[in-house]
């Protein structure tokens, strides 16, 4: 069964600086990875996905993510955060890229930005 | 373009009654899935539907169970509640693609 961590529940980041937000997945054969954004009392918006091919793929918001397949990674980066940054941040992996399946999602993580 | 809808966006309910929760699915996307997020928690996948017909599911109880109607639009039934249903109750259309999520239903079972 395919497994997704986040091992930082929190990370805080002042505004302007640098961010990388850290995803590791388990799955036997070729991922599909996916990165959520859920700010307060909104769903989840996607950011980026990959799916094959170019291992750095370019998301909304001036957000990239690159993906390792030698250390199993997903990590979500953005050269410069603004305050509207601050939310929820949501790894997820599935089988396929198709909506056919269920995403299985890390538990998140929490992005505050300092003024 | 509307896109994705839920209905109703908060709900409190007492132990052991049923819950219906509603989804409108994103124009032109035929399958819906729903997934339950506990706070401090990420998404957890319930089911999905496609074609009227339940094509997936997660690690839930039978006591979760769903229905999708003709033009696509889904529920998400719950019966028996208890206190750890209380969850933010997400639904997501798609069709051959990425999933766009609606902005749930918080449920509080009291």
């Known amino acids: 069964a395919q497994s997704v961590t986040q091992p930082d529940i929190h990370i805080t980041v002042s505004e302007g600086a640098s961010l990388e937000l850290r995803c590791n997945y388990s799955?036997?054969?070729?991922?599909?990875l996916f990165w959520y954004v859920q700010s307060p009392g909104q769903g989840l918006q996607l950011l980026l996905k990959y799916f094959s091919g170019d291992t750095l793929v370019q998301g909304i918001k001036g957000f990239e993510a690159e993906f390792k397949r030698s250390q199993s990674s997903f990590n979500l980066r953005k050269p410069s955060v603004h305050w509207s940054d601050a939310a929820e941040y949501f790894c997820a992996v599935s089988p396929t890229g198709t909506g056919a399946d269920g995403l299985t999602f890390g538990k998140g993580t929490h992005l505050i930005i300092q003024p | 373009d509307a896109g994705v809808t839920q209905s109703p966006t908060h709900l409190i309910k007492t132990r052991g009654q049923q819950v219906t929760l509603r989804c409108s699915p994103k124009?032109?996307?035929?399958?819906v899935s729903w997934y339950q997020q506990a706070l401090g928690q990420g998404p957890q996948f319930i089911f999905q539907y496609y074609e009227e017909e339940e094509r997936q599911r997660g690690n839930f109880p039978d006591r979760f169970s769903g229905h999708q109607f003709p033009n696509y639009s889904s529920e998400l039934n719950v019966n028996a509640l208890l206190l750890g249903d209380s969850a933010l109750y997400l639904c997501?259309?798609?069709?051959?693609?990425?999933?766009?999520f609606g902005p749930g239903t918080r449920l509080t079972v009291t």
């Open positions: 124009s032109g996307h035929d399958t």
């Open positions: 799955y036997g054969a070729t991922p599909y």
């Open positions: 997501a259309s798609s069709t051959g693609g990425e999933q766009y």
